[in-house]
């Protein structure tokens, strides 16, 4: 787990004095920084030592293994070794700070360490701030990320952040729909593992305190306000930490099947896919369209039309792969339950 | 925070594998065992490498610095060093492992670190094992010890264990009143907290997922059975991370009091207290009193009567010194509030 945590608004101004016993000699902290902070002046508040660096991640799409060789290669040829590597922006790039720190004292590239407990050696020290609620990417054990030949995380002891810094004030600015989908990562998480089969104490309750934050945060009454982006980031936390000991389930497996055709993004595929499951989650996607509704958002319909067979069959392909996941969600004799005609009915739903 | 958690049914026996990395040539691990366990069968299902040691910690009165002094030096002068402090056992015991740690590496004596970041170096690796739910010590960075002057915790970046098995199987044989009291610490810690002027919202989901997971095991229908230890183990921890950024209240002040003068255990202190605090938790104490009624425990009485003039002068001085947890109870003109004469009268009630 995450060894260090700053929770509390106006954190973000702590952590010239966080990072300070961390700097080795004149070796630079990295700032990986979500693109969307260009020109925005989140960019001149990080406390930048004379050596250190700040890099704009184009997470445009989410984090591929060539993208994260790639960064680690620049800054060991730009700097040998750095002292740590800040990832300050939504899932992706507190993923790709993840990885970049691990790849930093690994060799080969990222792609040899898809899987479980593959990675050999800790990563340089690695701290995660996120200002996106809800991927809880900023506790997780994983990094993942689209490689030459699957979309799989680097798991392994080595891979969660030394250090996290969540201040709900960094959240403030981020668009209405992005925060909307991003939420619904952590909510759509919490209905599928809560009504899986795999299951304990520590997650569930975890789980069940990240769904009532995001239910209370999404339905409640009145406006978006300071209250509801400290809410947010809780349920994010807590939807991470529930992830340990639970499972996923049908959203998760269908989007990516979306996400590795057609690149949609993890949020918004969730979103996309969980709008059509009520025959799973009745009462999930209930609320699901109760929380559209009330936050006025626009989730995208028709994305899979006009595909062929052949598409279809490789989304197939990719979600029926996702085995656990069918597991938790529909039990042991999930192939009896989830046949391909069903499943390609699903697909030309979305 | 603790970097790594393991919570499960059975996880003890994943104890040997656990430890395996962790011993560091033939230094022997050792293992605090609550003297609750003298001839248990959880003695023998420790995994005892052939330079191990048990060690049964009395734990009658709750640990002082001479006796963790004692501990060290033992150790130091029979083994050198040691690969790990392993404590099995209530919130004594792994307060007693936990400070036996630090003081492996760290000179003088644990008196000299009682206070805040005074530790200097980190200790030898410890873990946790409760076998008692409720004190939330497995995740807290503090070890509370009495003192030769004060009783106060050495608190630190250095004192959280480096790992915990959380095994609901382990606190199964505990005697229902001791559970009770130690579960009772849990709920009080929230009720004290959630009700406080000092909370932020990482505290608050902390401390309402712990209070709704103590209502539930004590207020909710049925016998007690192995869901009920799931979900104490679980209220315990989140109820210890609450404790961040979070501050107790009345019942706790009060019971320093009581514990300095009488030796009255924390458990037991805290609700002795907090059966006569309807004035400052007319809900909380409500609930409270159902609780002892469902689970037929019998709240010890008229402990102070017959007590000196003097003696009460010094469970007042003891309890005004608590001076955050009067402000968080009863706000920053709190002295005007709890005047020696009201505290008095309370604790003529107890």
């Known amino acids: 787990?995450?060894?260090?945590?700053?929770?509390?608004?106006?954190?973000?101004?702590?952590?010239?004095?966080?990072?300070?016993?961390?700097?080795?000699?004149?070796?630079?902290?990295?700032?990986?920084?979500?693109?969307?902070?260009?020109?925005?002046?989140?960019?001149?508040?990080?406390?930048?030592?004379?050596?250190?660096?700040?890099?704009?991640?184009d997470v445009s799409y989410e984090p591929k293994t060539k993208q994260v060789d790639a960064l680690a290669t620049q800054l060991k040829q730009e700097f040998g070794?750095?002292?740590?590597?800040?990832?300050?922006?939504?899932?992706?790039?507190?993923?790709?700070?993840?990885?970049?720190?691990?790849m930093m004292n690994n060799p080969g590239s990222s792609a040899d360490y898809q899987g479980w407990d593959l990675v050999k050696y800790p990563g340089v020290y690695k701290a995660g701030i996120p200002t996106l609620s809800g991927t809880g990417a900023e506790v997780s054990r994983t990094t993942v990320l689209t490689g030459p030949t699957r979309k799989l995380g680097m798991n392994s002891d080595f891979t969660p952040f030394d250090q996290i810094v969540l201040d709900p004030e960094l959240t403030i600015n981020a668009p209405a729909n992005q925060r909307f989908y991003t939420g619904m990562d952590c909510y759509i998480h919490c209905i599928e593992s809560l009504t899986g089969t795999f299951l304990n104490e520590?997650?569930?309750?975890?789980?069940?305190?990240?769904?009532?934050?995001?239910?209370?945060?999404?339905?409640?009454?009145?406006?978006?306000?300071?209250?509801?982006?400290?809410?947010?980031?809780?349920?994010?936390y807590a939807g991470g930490m529930s992830i340990a000991y639970s499972q996923v389930g049908v959203a998760h497996a269908v989007s990516y099947g979306l996400g590795?055709?057609?690149?949609?993004?993890?949020?918004?595929?969730?979103?996309?896919?969980?709008?059509?499951?009520?025959?799973?989650?009745?009462?999930?996607?209930?609320?699901?369209k109760k929380m559209v509704d009330k936050n006025k958002i626009e989730i995208p319909q028709h994305i899979t039309r006009g595909l062929s067979d052949e598409q279809?069959?490789?989304?197939?392909?990719?979600?029926?792969?996702?085995?656990?996941?069918?597991?938790?969600?529909?039990?042991?004799?999930?192939?009896?339950?989830?046949?391909?005609?069903?499943?390609?009915?699903?697909f030309e739903q979305l």
């Open 260 to 288: 590795y055709l057609l690149g949609t993004k993890h949020g918004v595929g969730n979103c996309i896919v969980f709008d059509k499951l009520e025959e799973y989650y009745p009462e999930g996607v209930h609320d699901f």
């Open 1 to 57: 787990m995450v060894s260090y945590v700053v929770y509390g608004r106006g954190s973000f101004n702590q952590l010239d004095e966080i990072l300070a016993p961390r700097r080795v000699g004149k070796s630079p902290m990295i700032f990986l920084l979500d693109h969307f902070f260009q020109n925005k002046p989140l960019a001149d508040r990080i406390p930048l030592g004379p050596h250190d660096k700040i890099i704009f991640a």
């Open 312 to 346: 279809f069959d490789t989304m197939i392909n990719v979600s029926l792969g996702m085995k656990p996941l069918w597991e938790n969600a529909l039990g042991a004799d999930w192939e009896r339950k989830m046949t391909r005609e069903k499943l390609r009915a699903l």
């Open 202 to 236: 520590f997650s569930k309750s975890y789980g069940e305190k990240a769904l009532n934050l995001c239910q209370e945060v999404f339905m409640g009454e009145g406006d978006w306000g300071p209250e509801h982006d400290d809410k947010l980031m809780m349920a994010s």
């Open 81 to 102: 070794t750095v002292s740590g590597i800040i990832g300050i922006g939504g899932g992706s790039v507190m993923d790709l700070a993840k990885a970049v720190s691990l």
